[in-house]
């Protein structure tokens, strides 16, 4: 059962919210990007305007406002991570996903052991060092089994210096003490999206099983919190209610998690709804996001929460990752199968077995050569967590110092690992070009000189300089 938390999620507070600021002045939007660009947050108010319908120039600043912000705050870097499908056994009937109990199509598939090691093992020779594990929600996957799966997946280490270094996690929501045992285990991000903050659409779409419990799922970051697993991950599903309801009850959860455990969320994720096999709303979503439209959400949000991690995956089409990336997006999967085994299966995804359709199918090493042609860092940093640095304990750096500290100089490090362990002679001579460009951008000659003293330890063999 749910412990009685404070109640945040008022429907009528924000549809007045979104009432009130329906027909914001250019002069009110000024404002608003005025103090966006000082890296201050937004409240919901100034959020709902920035979704409303406002003149062209205005919609221009605020993209200008989210470019400025982005780069100011994360500069190049870019981390990037690897989803890993354990399951897709599922006890419950989401009517947008195919891993439903209803879809009597879908190969079933569960990895034993012996297949988790030998995905990772493809993973690591890929050159990650991050793993997002996704579960479906079924009994055989409980908080005792996913803890076990992680802990095989941190042990799989592989030549030359394969290993993951963070799990983050995408299963069902867990009690208190399920929570628990996957601290104990070191996970790095629990995530779980919310899919709809509209109590109506939810019970809609959440057609059988655990996840038509709405409050239970709405408080899992509470429980998490409590056992200690302070690094979450949010998230909507773009496509089942308007955009502007969900977003603003998004940025509510985030504030409810900072009011009561002094930390908002690591993460936030930005799936969009993909056709899914037998799956009729995911092929026409009800409030299906155009591509524009997406633009602008994570424009916002990158203003509303300025140093909060943005996610996109998978589900987008090379082109619009591209304009994505410089509007907020700092973190990228990369190389991605959808269903479970799919790495192992010869580099295919497998249609009858995945979750839903790649949008992006290019692998790690063009997506790394795109992102580095675009101006941007690769990064397969790990440390935080390693370092205790989540939860409130992040925020209580200073943050755009956080970043220049230890952001970018761990992206540059670990960059640097991969080209020298992973990359072909073109992307290893490109990308340290790359690194040198980078360190020479650095103004103090301390940190430069720092810089090269540990990339002459990493030529010569050291791994895993955690700043
Ligand atoms: N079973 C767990 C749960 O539902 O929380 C975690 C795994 S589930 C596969 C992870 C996420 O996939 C869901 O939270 C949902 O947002 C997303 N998803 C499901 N169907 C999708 C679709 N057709 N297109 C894009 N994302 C989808
Ligand atoms: Fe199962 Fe999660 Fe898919 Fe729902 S979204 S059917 S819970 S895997």
């Known amino acids: 059962m749910n412990k009685e938390y404070p109640s945040f999620l008022d429907e009528n507070q924000i549809w007045s919210i979104l009432e009130q600021e329906k027909q914001p002045a250019p002069s009110r939007i000024r404002e608003i990007l005025a103090k966006a660009r000082e890296g201050k947050g937004l409240d919901l108010n100034e959020v709902a305007a920035l979704l409303a319908p406002i003149p062209d120039d205005c919609l221009e600043e605020l993209f200008q406002a989210a470019l400025y912000l982005k780069e100011k705050v994360y500069g190049k870097r870019m981390v990037l991570f690897a989803p890993l499908y354990i399951s897709n056994l599922c006890a419950n009937s989401c009517a947008y996903c195919a891993f439903s109990a209803k879809n009597r199509q879908l190969v079933r598939k569960s990895l034993s052991k012996e297949e ?16 997002l594990a996704v579960y479906g929600e079924h009994p055989s996957w409980n908080a005792r089994t996913i803890a076990e799966s992680v802990e095989t997946i941190y042990q799989v280490k592989t030549p030359p210096s394969g ?21 104990q285990v070191g996970i790095g991000t629990y995530q ?33 919190n409590e056992a200690d697993v302070d690094d979450v991950g949010l998230g909507v599903l773009f496509g089942l209610f308007d955009h502007r309801f969900e977003i603003l009850s998004l ?87 959808t269903s479970p085994g799919g790495y192992a299966a010869a580099f295919t995804n497998r249609p009858e077995a995945q979750q839903f359709w790649v949008g992006d199918e290019r692998e790690l090493p063009e997506i790394i050569q795109d992102l580095q042609l675009d101006g941007y860092l690769p990064s397969f940093c790990t440390s935080c967590y390693r370092k205790g640095r989540t939860g409130d304990h992040f925020m209580g750096y200073a943050k755009t110092m956080f970043i220049h500290n230890y952001c970018q100089p761990n992206a540059l490090l670990t960059y640097y690992e991969y080209l020298l362990d992973y990359a072909g002679t073109k992307a290893k001579a490109e990308g340290t070009q790359c690194i040198m460009d980078n360190i020479k951008a650095m103004p103090d000659p301390r940190d430069r000189e720092l810089m090269f003293e540990r990339l002459r330890r990493i030529e010569n063999g050291v791994r895993d300089i955690c700043v």
């Open 116 to 131: 988790i090691e030998e995905e990772v093992k493809i993973i690591e020779r890929m050159g990650h060092k991050r793993i």
């Open 163 to 183: 290993e993951i270094r963070r799990v983050n996690i995408n299963c069902a929501p867990l009690d208190v003490e399920g929570f628990g045992l996957l601290k």
């Open 192 to 224: 779980c999206f919310q899919e709809t903050y509209h109590r109506e659409t939810y019970q809609k779409v959440h057609l059988g099983g655990k996840k038509r419990n709405f409050d239970w799922r709405l408080y899992a970051f509470h429980r998490a």
């Open 251 to 337: 940025l509510r959860h985030a504030q409810a998690l900072e009011a009561e455990y002094g930390a908002g969320p690591h993460t936030i994720s930005f799936p969009r709804i993909e056709p899914a096999q037998n799956s009729e709303i995911s092929t026409r979503p009800p409030y299906a996001i155009p591509d524009d439209v997406f633009k602008r959400i994570i424009a916002v949000v990158r203003l509303a929460l300025p140093y909060t991690g943005m996610i996109i995956s998978t589900r987008e089409k090379p082109e619009l990752k591209r304009e994505l990336l410089r509007l907020g997006i700092s973190q990228l999967s990369a190389g991605s199968r």
